[in-house]
């Protein structure tokens, strides 16, 4: 004789209470792809990019291994993602000085001013592109936005140079590429070369006073070469 069971009905829910909401299956907490590149800026710009480990740059992040290879398929692609990291944060830093409303020998002093400050903020800019160098640039060479980013660098270059040269206060055989390269080659060698000039010279590169004085003569050189006397 079959036997018979009792089916036990679950409570209904009470009235106005929410379901659970699902999970979606798969998807990664948002922010952690920035707080990845965060990172990764950090230990490549200690280590460089053949000393960096993957697995200290996830625990820099807080996150695993495989949720870092979630969003990049290799160390290569993390390698561009700083790089492009360190050259936006610089052009949207730059993009924010407003020099168009100044007269362009003064706009430029700021700009001389601003780009060799930031340099000095931002170690992390000179180590990495001191270590793609190492490599032939070839990870920046498959960067459309590092090569978009120098766009509108050269546009405030430009502006500058055209406004002081209609005002007769600039030269007229300066290229914008020429201006650029100076100001950005006196500000960046002195601080990538620091370490090894200061023993070399047996002069600290390093101390306060220095570094404004390094500045104060790169300024001079810049507008003694561009105005017209």
Same mark, same amino acid.
């Given at each position: 004789? =079959?036997?018979?069971?009792?089916?036990?009905? *679950? =409570?209904? %829910? +009470?009235?106005?209470?929410? *379901?659970? !909401?699902?999970?979606?299956?798969?998807?990664? %907490?948002?922010?952690?792809?920035?707080?990845?590149?965060?990172?990764?800026?950090?230990?490549?710009?200690?280590?460089?990019?053949?000393?960096? &480990?993957?697995?200290?740059?996830?625990? &820099?992040?807080?996150?695993?291994?495989?949720?870092?290879?979630?969003?990049?398929?290799?160390?290569?692609?993390?390698?561009?993602?700083?790089?492009? *990291?360190?050259?936006?944060?610089?052009?949207?830093?730059?993009?924010?000085? /407003?020099?168009?409303?100044?007269?362009?020998?003064?706009?430029? !002093? &700021?700009?001389? +001013?601003?780009?060799?400050?930031?340099?000095?903020?931002? %170690?992390?800019?000179?180590?990495?592109?001191?270590?793609? /160098?190492?490599?032939?640039? &070839?990870?920046?060479?498959?960067?459309?936005?590092?090569?978009?980013?120098?766009? %509108?660098?050269?546009?405030?270059?430009?502006?500058?140079?055209?406004?002081?040269?209609?005002?007769? /206060?600039?030269?007229?055989?300066?290229?914008?590429?020429?201006?650029?390269?100076?100001?950005?080659?006196?500000?960046?060698?002195?601080?990538? /070369? +620091?370490?090894?000039?200061?023993?070399?010279?047996?002069?600290?590169? *390093?101390?306060?006073?220095?570094?404004?004085?390094?500045?104060?003569?790169?300024?001079?050189?810049?507008?003694?070469?561009?105005?017209?006397?």
């Amino acid at each position: 004789m =079959p036997t018979s069971s009792k089916r036990q009905d *679950k =409570p209904a %829910p +009470a009235s106005g209470a929410q *379901k659970p !909401r699902a999970r979606g299956v798969g998807r990664p %907490p948002s922010g952690t792809r920035e707080a990845i590149v965060a990172a990764a800026v950090e230990e490549f710009a200690l280590e460089g990019f053949g000393g960096a &480990r993957i697995e200290r740059i996830s625990k &820099r992040a807080s996150t695993s291994d495989r949720m870092l290879y979630y969003h990049f398929d290799s160390k290569e692609s993390l390698f561009q993602a700083a790089l492009e *990291k360190v050259y936006g944060d610089m052009i949207a830093a730059e993009s924010r000085i /407003n020099l168009e409303q100044l007269d362009p020998r003064e706009g430029l !002093r &700021r700009l001389i +001013a601003f780009i060799w400050r930031y340099f000095q903020e931002n %170690p992390s800019f000179i180590s990495l592109v001191n270590a793609e /160098n190492m490599y032939g640039a &070839r990870h920046m060479l498959k960067s459309t936005r590092i090569q978009q980013s120098a766009i %509108p660098q050269l546009r405030m270059v430009e502006d500058l140079l055209t406004r002081g040269v209609a005002g007769g /206060n600039f030269r007229r055989d300066v290229t914008v590429v020429e201006l650029h390269l100076t100001i950005v080659s006196l500000c960046y060698y002195y601080l990538s /070369n +620091a370490a090894t000039m200061s023993h070399f010279l047996g002069y600290d590169m *390093k101390q306060s006073d220095a570094r404004d004085a390094w500045l104060t003569h790169v300024t001079r050189v810049v507008m003694d070469f561009l105005m017209l006397r």
